[in-house]
């Protein structure tokens, strides 16, 4: 598991990766029933952000929240 935080140009990006089996085929976030989904998509709104999951760089996930700061 990696986790990072930056700051460029304005925005704010934290990430979070792993190295593990990755996402089903087919699977997209923003018609997923999981509440912690739910949640992190809303405070990315309330923040003026976006949430983005997907494949990793180097299989794995691939979290990232992005936001104004």
């Known amino acids: 598991m990696a986790v990072s935080l930056s700051r460029k140009e304005g925005r704010v990006s934290l990430v979070l990766a ?3 089996k990755g ?8 018609r997923s ?5 739910m949640l992190v998509r809303m405070l990315a709104e ?3 952000g976006a949430f ?7 299989g794995g996930t691939t ?7």
């Open 18 to 20: 792993d190295d593990g």
């Open 63 to 69: 979290a990232r929240v992005e936001f104004p700061g």
């Open 33 to 37: 029933a999981s509440l912690g989904l």
């Open 52 to 58: 983005t999951i997907g494949a990793g760089e180097r």
């Open 23 to 30: 996402l089903p085929p087919g699977f997209d976030a923003s």
């Open 46 to 48: 309330q923040l003026g």
